[in-house]
């Protein structure tokens, strides 16, 4: 009897098959159990949270920018407004080929070249979110023509746009500022704000601290779409609500003066002849300058002036790349930068005025000490000769007339007695004091810390000490490099040296000195208006940063050498720039300060009537001029000043700016 049988191993793949398969069926019911358990998941529990993203992808809402508030002068005049034009603009997203046919076509028909087409579209100035402007102001035969032939002009619309207009030109454009597209950065500054990507926004100055107030509220409209995008209806429409109009403490009128004056000065001076050991017959550059007029009773700035200017309105749609370039090209000599907020100057003797606090102050010195001017002082052993400008000679001086003529002998004086109580710090805490006076002034003052003007940027300036010297110097080899020696001193005594301060800082610190003592914020509004200036809406105060400590005693022994240094025909250092002057008196003080590898900057301080009668509403201002590589502040900036000052006396067209020589400041 034969036997089968199995063939080897035949039990066992019976067995792994029947594993496998049970492997698969677990597999399987897993899968399954997943797959039920996110369905269960996506419409159980899921159900209200896609429910409302359902929803939101059937809405749609689209913003409208509001019509900008207005931006008014003290006295009520308008400087910028928002008005409703004609504007050509392309969509984003035109195509090479629509963009090959449509440019020469939109270029004949508005009168620019191809050229300026293509660089408006390519122009990085614009948000990528929103169609790109053209131009504005579109004649009305154009705009018809543009709008009855679609098929040429694809992608190009005639739109309604506000705008920013000027009405009186250019006016304070490092003050105002400018609106352009919105972008991240502004984005981050208003989070709470929600901005269309076709909104513009205020950039700088005055559109930039009361964005919120000026933008008003835009229109907004919600609809409900289908899935193909189509209208079923209108679930909102709320109108748009006008800004706010904000009034200045500017003076229009005041301004524009200011403007002129500098730019007249400034070209002037290129006619001048440098007379100095250095640099001796070469015309002066004038390459910039900056001019502030503040009201010293409150901090208001009444006129905030820098050359060269720019012309804010090329900003309003856009400024094209290549006149941005010449703008940004160091050969402009920097337009937009903002001088009497960050430009950085050595004041010069405008500086001996704080000088002379600390002084009177310290005991170094009394009113009536006679100093012997022999045109130059020798201090040190060997003794290094200091020299007045020109090395001219004033003889007998006292306080009063030190201030009047310019000495600098006196003033280097006073530095080398500061000096000596430095040098001998280590015997009394008081020495250290007396050696830091002028320091110690100028921190009181408000200088080397930002006035509080709320201006983007606003430098902080340089007051100068040994610890400063040791920062600055501290990989330098020589051990003298780090002390704070006899010509520190000297040099500071008449504002020269490291000292640095801008424009503002040293008219909000006149204007303590001219008020007795109150220093304040310089302040660029004074009220929230409803649209069209009907209503207040809410005053913005005066902001008073302290009391500077001041006596009566001090105060009455500096100011007549101010007031002598102004004096028409008199001997004063800008008596020759006041000659025939009539109108409230002035106090002032010139400057001509060294800066290394660059010409003089000419400068000066005045105050415009310095004793106002008390209990009284007269007016008190103080008007400043720096101008870069300009010269000596007798012969520049106090013609400058003297023209401006002529508008606060009433006079809204002065004669023009006339330059005086005068060697000795």
Do not use: C
Not at 563 to 568: T, Y
């Amino acid at each position: 009897r034969l036997t089968r049988h199995a063939p080897e191993g035949f039990g066992m793949n019976s067995t792994n098959s029947h594993s496998r398969l049970a492997i698969v069926g677990v597999v399987i019911i897993s899968l399954f159990s997943v797959l039920f358990i996110r369905l269960w998941f996506l419409q159980v529990v899921s159900t209200d949270t896609y429910a409302a993203e359902t929803k939101a992808n059937r809405i749609r809402v689209i913003s409208e920018p509001a019509i900008r508030g207005n931006i008014l002068d003290r006295n009520g005049k308008v400087i910028v407004k928002s008005e409703l034009v004609n504007s050509v603009q392309v969509r984003r997203g035109i195509t090479d080929q629509e963009r090959k046919a449509v440019v020469p076509r939109l270029a004949k028909a508005i009168g620019k070249s191809k050229k300026y087409v293509n660089n408006r579209l390519d122009s990085v100035e614009f948000s990528p979110y929103q169609p790109v402007p053209i131009i504005t102001n579109v004649p009305y035969d154009t705009l018809v023509y543009i709008k009855e032939r679609p098929e040429l002009f694809p992608r190009v619309d005639v739109v309604r746009r506000s705008v920013r207009v000027y009405p009186d030109g250019s006016i304070a454009p490092h003050l105002l500022g400018y609106v352009a597209a919105i972008n991240k950065e502004d984005q981050k500054l208003f989070p709470d704000d929600k901005y269309g990507p076709e909104e513009n926004i205020g950039k700088d100055g005055i559109e930039r601290m009361f964005e919120t107030e000026l933008r008003g509220k835009p229109r907004e409209r919600k609809f409900e779409v289908d899935s193909r995008g189509r209208l079923i209806r209108v679930l909102k429409d709320r109108p748009a609500v006008v800004g706010n109009d904000v009034q200045l403490t500017v003076d229009l009128d005041v301004q524009r003066v200011a403007q002129e004056s500098l730019e007249q000065g400034m070209r002037a001076a290129g006619g001048l002849k440098n007379t100095g050991e250095k640099r001796r017959y070469e015309s002066f550059k004038a390459s910039g300058g900056a001019a502030i007029v503040l009201d010293a009773r409150d901090g208001s700035v009444v006129a905030l002036a820098s050359a060269p200017t720019f012309d804010v309105s090329r900003f309003t749609d856009g400024i094209p790349i290549e006149e941005y370039a010449k703008i940004k090209d160091p050969a402009s000599n920097f337009p937009l930068l903002n001088r009497p907020v960050q430009g950085q100057y050595a004041p010069a003797s405008t500086w001996k005025l704080f000088t002379s606090i600390a002084a009177l102050e310290s005991g170094v010195v009394t009113p009536e000490e006679v100093i012997y001017d022999r045109g130059f002082v020798e201090f040190g052993n060997p003794p290094q000769r200091f020299n007045n400008a020109q090395k001219q000679a004033h003889g007998a001086v006292t306080l009063e007339s030190a201030l009047t003529v310019s000495s600098d002998v006196y003033y280097y004086t006073m530095g080398f007695r500061f000096w000596k109580y430095f040098s001998n710090r280590n015997t009394g805490s008081k020495n250290l004091a007396k050696g830091y006076a002028i320091q110690g002034v100028a921190k009181r003052f408000g200088f080397g810390q930002p006035t509080g003007i709320g201006l983007a940027n606003e430098a902080t300036g340089r007051i100068p000490d040994e610890s400063l010297k040791i920062k600055f110097n501290s990989q330098s080899p020589d051990p003298f490099a780090k002390e704070w020696l006899p010509g520190d001193s000297a040099n500071l005594a008449v504002g020269q040296g490291d000292l640095l301060v801008t424009p503002l800082q040293e008219a909000v610190a006149y204007s303590a000195f001219a008020n007795g003592g109150t220093l304040y914020s310089p302040r660029l509004a004074k009220a929230v208006l409803s649209p069209g200036g009907e209503t207040i809406l809410r005053k913005l105060p005066i902001e008073k940063r302290g009391q500077v400590k001041l006596t009566t005693a001090i105060r009455d022994a500096i100011m007549p050498g101010l007031i002598g240094a102004s004096l028409p025909n008199g001997n004063g250092t800008a008596s020759g720039a006041f000659a025939g002057y009539q109108g409230m008196e002035v106090a002032g003080k010139t400057g001509t300060a060294q800066v290394n590898n660059k010409q003089d900057t000419s400068v000066y301080a005045a105050i415009v009537n310095p004793n106002p009668a008390p209990d009284t509403d007269q007016p008190q201002y103080v008007v400043v001029v720096f101008v870069e590589q300009g010269g000596a502040g007798g012969s520049v900036a106090a013609p400058i000043a003297r023209r401006i000052i002529e508008s606060l006396n009433g006079n809204p067209n002065p004669a023009p700016v006339r330059l005086v020589y005068n060697k000795n400041d």
